[in-house]
């Protein structure tokens, strides 16, 4: 018999959502604390099968004036064979939708697109949604390679960048202290200035950091020379997966090519807690090169990386009416943004 319930212990959920081989850190618990902390409510519910754990997922209740949705960033974490457990998992989802006065559910799970993926969401009344929730396109590279090897699949710019930053002696550290998510938050305003995007508030990223620091899970790397602050990587360590969150430097960054630096010590420390997987996040088509983070990619491909793409956002449409209002917006929003 297959049954869910509320999960109200961090120690039973992460048991079960870290050992997932696809897991990441957007189905893990800290990061629903993070929510919490900014005063949004979620929703964690496990799947049972005769009192053992076979599936999970977790989502966030978003207020926005185009509409009340719940969103499951990298999840469900279920058996993608089993009909009548995703059946049961999907029919829950709706239930917690319409019990959280949501317009529609916004999935994104932590499953590799393809035919059977995409046949999957819609037998189960899901429609594509108009705009991608977390990254939907991912560089991926195996850390259970050694550092030769991926240096090896690396292009020879990438290489040229990493003798670059060791003939300037560029000085790497990873901490986990208040000092460090401050400066980060000064470079990243600093960077989105120059980059011309929105940066994210002081108070996201702190709060966001405070969460996985709770759970021994994130480490702020920066690279340095004469004392002054090049670049800082903000990264997660979860499960089977290093994620390269977020990253930003200064001018003097790029003329001493910091991040090269940077990634080498976050995957030494990856191997060292046991994952297999280093995720640079979010690229988009070689061919997109319109896009505004097309620049980005080509750098994450420069490491010789896999590229994943991940089944991309559905909609479990609740009110549909309301849902066309949504649909207007976000294409709208879409197209400004050039993404």
């Not at 189960?124 to 991926?150: F, T």
């Not at 702190?206 to 990264?235: C, H, P, S």
């Not at 994952?275 to 097309?294: A, D, M, P, Q």
């Amino acid at each position: 018999m297959i049954n869910l319930k509320d999960a109200t212990s961090k120690s039973e959920w992460d048991d079960f959502v870290a050992k997932r081989p696809e897991a990441n850190f957007l189905q893990s618990w800290d990061f629903y604390e993070f929510h919490i902390a900014r005063g949004n409510k979620v929703v964690r519910r496990l799947v049972l099968e005769n009192n053992k754990i076979v599936g999970a997922y977790a989502g966030v209740v978003e207020t926005a004036k185009r509409g009340t949705y719940l969103a499951i960033a990298g999840g469900p974490l279920i058996d993608w064979d089993n009909k009548k457990l995703i059946k049961i998992v999907f029919d829950d989802i709706k239930k917690a939708g319409l019990k959280n006065s949501c317009v529609f559910v916004r999935v994104r799970p932590q499953l590799e697109l393809s035919e059977k993926s995409l046949k999957i969401m819609t037998e189960n009344g899901l429609v594509k949604a108009p705009m991608y929730l977390s990254v939907e396109y991912a560089g991926i590279l195996d850390l259970n390679k050694s550092e030769e090897e991926i240096l090896a699949g690396a292009s020879q710019g990438f290489r040229r960048k990493l003798r670059k930053a060791k003939k300037n002696e560029v000085e790497i550290s990873a901490l986990a202290d208040d000092d460090s998510i401050k400066n980060f938050c000064k470079l990243e305003k600093m960077h989105a200035e120059r980059q011309k995007y929105v940066a994210f508030s002081t108070n996201f990223l702190t709060k966001q950091f405070e969460a996985f620091r709770n759970g021994g899970e994130v480490l702020i790397y920066t690279a340095k020379k004469d004392g002054e602050i090049l670049a800082q990587n903000f990264m997660i360590f979860y499960g089977p997966e290093a994620s390269y969150h977020y990253g930003v430097s200064s001018e003097l960054g790029t003329k001493y090519s910091a991040a090269p630096l940077l990634h080498l010590a976050a995957m030494e420390e990856a191997r060292k807690r046991g994952c297999v997987r280093y995720n640079l996040w979010g690229i988009v088509g070689k061919e997109e090169t319109s896009h505004r983070f097309y620049g980005v990619s080509e750098f994450k491909r420069s490491f010789g990386c896999e590229e994943l793409k991940y089944t991309p956002a559905h909609d479990l449409v609740l009110k549909p009416l309301k849902y066309q209002v949504t649909k207007m917006i976000e294409n709208a929003r879409k197209k400004k943004r050039h993404i």
